[in-house]
């Protein structure tokens, strides 16, 4: 990452700011004064401004639209990994709320906020997420009765808890659970005989997938989302 938007991020100077305090001389990277903003920063230096650190700001909120064939996880021997899509200092002391699978695209929260990504994940805050999917075959009226109910997933031992089914087409559904099992809405398609060809998280509680993020891209998270998570 630039210096000049390291140090933006971290502190209220605008770029320009930033530029004129580099000319000036009051900027250090690992001790030595950087007046060029354009230099490279790698995530272990240590950025002073007037001779303190810069860099430890208050927690960091990211919304991420995943794509294909990205893995929620912060290291993978075999594929990308969605902190590879993330131009941050310090990226690796963030972590994911709320895991989607590699074929599955759509909403990513990534934080370094603890307390705030177990409000998401545990579950016994049930937090709404909801998702888009494209189904092979079509989907039954009384799917919509079964999901509110309830369905036995292999070797589960309790039923889901009831979830949501709106029918958009003949194969395509929105789908809010609550809760957050292991693939939860593969199988849940899957114990209806169904399979799901693709699958889009598009909200999570109060958070919903900015339309202007393409895939790959990630954005800030606004204060107003980030205090919905209660
Ligand atoms: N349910 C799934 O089956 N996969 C996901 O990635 C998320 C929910």
Sequence with gaps: MRLDKAVSQVTDLSRADVKRAARAGRITVNGEPVSDTSTKIAETDEICLDGETVGEPGPRYFMLNKPLGYVCATK??????????????NKHQLHIA???????????????DGQWSHRITSPRHHCDKTYYAHLADRIEEDAVAKFE???WLDSEKKRTRPARLEILFANEARVTLNEGRYHQVKRMFAALGNRVLELHRERIGDIVLDEELVEGDYRSLTPEEISSVK
Excluded: A, N, Y
Excluded at 98 to 110: A, E, K, P
């Design 76 to 89: 993978d021997s075999e594929h990308p990994t969605v902190l590879d899509l993330i131009d941050e200092p």
């Design 149 to 151: 109910k309830g369905l």
């Design 98 to 112: 709320g895991r989607l699978d590699i074929d599955t695209t759509g909403l990513v929260l990534l934080t370094d």
